[in-house]
């Protein structure tokens, strides 16, 4: 209680002093601006601190000062000075969501960097832009390359204002990217830099950045703990860019730990601060959490209206990510709400855009310039290291070179060999695990024709001799006639439960025409008045290689069979979206739901087997499920290349 207290008494004695020293400083280089004495250099200067301070703290009013700032710069004839201008230009079309004239005007800056240590801080600078900008427009590994290269500069310079700077940024997009313990490196990296800087907004700044990681890992105690220290920090800061997004931060983290209704003061009040600021890259995220926050507290026209507010933000600033997220949002909203129609029209645009970046590539190629980042962070060390002590260094490097030649080659052959082992044993599993489904399969089929061809003709014609003799029989009683009805009644049922297990162990229709049409035909033969199914299925005609179908088939069967015995649910919707890249296959039920880290529950409902299942077939498989709430399974299996 006592640190809760403390926390309210540092929020409520700094939040109105920051706001002040800011506005205080904004005057005071306004009023030096008024001496006549004043060479153009001073007064460019004098522009570029204003402009910087009002682009962190209000944006919307930041361009005139740019603008004057730029005048004065070409006035002083210094290549820096240009370039800083343009740099300033960029960064505030940056902050209103104007991505394409943002990178114009770095262009334009960087056409102005020089060989001199102010040159290089403003290279270094224009790549953070750069990146940043990339970043908001999803192009991940660009913004990979130009963070690095930014960090590049900054460790050759030995500055840990920029180190600083790059790390922060490099670890956002691991954060993004969901590589969050290699976000978590660097940004541990960063607060103590920040801490050795003594600066207040870079400690906050850090702060809330290791929250977001720990938000993301649901370890949700943590995350509140950090961003409440980034909030105190970036009020001490004054900086109302800090504030807002420590606000939003932690208005998020009190969300995902179910707290939602302390977390809504906190979101709100960021996005009177963004709204106020014209920041329309970070408002367009402060509704989306609003949206999300809003929808668990049960008001769900509220929550709509904030994600509709989001989605025409995201799409005046072109921001893909953004877009993807409040489509996400919609699907969720609608599906909840029982407006089925509509959330399936919001599943497949989150779907279709989600799959146009490519995140799977785009992620195995930032882990491959990740790597190349720090072969050249070591590469500078070594450098560096070869400076102090050059005639030494010199001889002991060739014999390392020499050394690192012959190690080199002996791993490569290792290496070389192993991958091809490697490919080998790859190719004799799938070849094994092929033969055994196949096998499987044949046997199925095998079962399904004697019960249909044999079995099945014997109950028929067993059926037909006792109806044959039935008149001829003389009854003693009227329950002996009864007993002999209902002994013909089994043998037919018993005929029509022979057709039943033929066909689902052999189904004719996933033969002929393909796994949607299949599932189609099992649904609508499925004898259960208690529950209602709903099948939605998009890019049916697209083909799929056979023993994917079967194994889809197969693995759907099981999750209905599971619903049917476990769930007491009155309603299960299956989607099944197929494209060139992959299949999406979700299937949703209303039912009591499970725990699913117990494991004797997921044991009995074969969750290892199916999740072994989709690992084969090279896809991913995840639940939702908690007791009372229902169960939702969601599965990505590619289809670009043959899969089994």
């Given amino acids: 209680m006592r640190i809760a207290a403390t926390f309210i008494f540092i929020l409520l004695f700094f939040k109105p002093f920051a706001f002040i020293g800011q506005t205080y400083k904004m005057d005071s ?28 703290n209000e944006p919307k009013n930041a361009l005139p000062f740019i603008e004057k700032t730029l005048v004065f710069a070409k006035k002083t004839n210094n290549k820096d000075n240009i370039g800083y201008a343009h740099l300033l230009k960029a960064n505030y ?34 790549h953070i832009s750069k990146g940043n900008i990339l970043r908001r427009e999803s192009k991940y590994e660009e913004c990979l390359q130009s963070l690095l290269d930014a960090n590049q500069i900054a460790e050759r310079m030995k500055n840990d204002t920029l180190i600083y700077a790059s790390l922060t940024q490099l670890g956002i997009l691991n954060v993004t990217m969901k590589n969050l313990d290699k976000a978590l490196d660097y940004h541990k990296q960063a607060i103590d830099i920040a801490k ?30 950090y961003s409440k220290k980034a909030l105190e920090y970036a009020y001490k800061s004054g900086d109302s860019s800090s504030i807002s997004y420590a606000l939003n931060e932690l208005g998020t983290m009190y969300d995902r730990a179910k707290k939602s209704n302390e977390a809504t003061p906190y979101i709100l009040e960021a996005i009177a601060i963004r709204e106020r600021n014209q920041e329309l890259d970070e408002l367009a995220y402060s509704y989306i959490y609003l949206c999300g926050n809003l929808r668990r507290l049960g008001r769900i026209d509220e929550s709509e209206n904030a994600v509709r507010k989001a989605l025409e933000i ?101 290496l070389k060999y192993k991958n091809h082992l490697q490919e080998v ?80 162990m052999a189904p004719n229709t996933l033969l002929k025409k393909g796994l949607a049409k299949a599932v189609g035909n099992f649904l609508d033969n499925l004898n259960h008045p208690s529950l209602k199914v709903n099948l939605f299925t998009d890019g049916i005609s697209i083909p799929i290689e056979k023993n994917t179908e079967i194994f889809l088939y197969r693995i759907i069967q099981e999750c209905v069979n599971n619903t049917l015995k476990h769930a007491n649910a009155s309603e299960l919707n299956i989607s099944i979206l197929i494209n060139k890249n992959e299949i999406d296959i979700t299937i949703e039920d209303n039912g009591k739901g499970f725990d699913i880290e117990n494991l004797s529950e997921k044991a009995g409902l074969g969750i290892d087997n199916i999740q072994k299942r989709i690992q084969f077939l090279k896809g991913d498989v995840h639940w939702d499920s908690s007791p009372g709430n229902g169960t939702t399974i969601v599965m990505n299996i590619p289809t670009q290349e043959k899969t089994i």
């Fill in 29 to 56: 280089l306004k009023n030096e601006l008024k001496n006549p004495a004043l060479k153009d250099n001073e007064i460019y200067q004098i522009y570029h601190s204003l402009s910087l301070l009002y682009n962190e």
């Fill in 314 to 414: 995201a799409k005046s600033i072109k921001n893909t990510k953004q877009e993807i997220d409040c489509y996400k949002m919609m699907y969720i909203n609608f599906n909840e709400n029982k407006k089925y129609d509509s959330a399936f029209i919001f599943l497949k645009k989150f779907t279709v855009l989600k799959d146009s970046l490519s995140g799977l590539a785009v992620k195995e190629k930032m882990e491959e310039l990740n790597i190349k980042y720090e072969t050249q962070k070591k590469d500078l060390k070594i450098k560096d290291e070869q400076l102090k002590n050059t005639y030494l260094l010199t001889g002991i490097g060739i014999l390392v070179l020499l050394l690192g030649l012959l190690y080199s080659t002996g791993i490569r052959k290792k």
């Fill in 196 to 225: 050795r800087l003594n600066s207040n907004k870079k400690i906050g700044k850090s702060y809330g950045n290791i929250g977001i990681i720990y938000r993301e890992k649901e370890e949700h105690e943590k995350g509140i703990e």
């Fill in 93 to 126: 079309f940056e902050k209103i969501g104007n991505f394409d004239e943002g990178l114009g005007e770095l262009e334009i800056s960087k056409s102005f960097t020089s060989s001199t240590s102010e040159g290089q801080i403003l290279n270094f600078y224009i």
């Fill in 425 to 504: 044993i790859i190719q004799e599993q799938n070849k094994s695990t092929k033969a055994i489904i196949e096998a499987e399969e044949n046997e199925r089929q095998r079962i399904a024709n004697d019960l249909h061809d044999s079995v099945g003709q014997y109950i028929t014609a067993a059926k037909m001799n006792l109806q044959s003799i039935e008149d001829k029989l003389k009854f003693e009683t009227d329950f002996d006639k009864l007993v002999f009805e209902k002994a013909i009644h089994f043998v037919n049922e018993s005929a029509v439960e022979v057709r039943s297990i033929s066909h689902n």
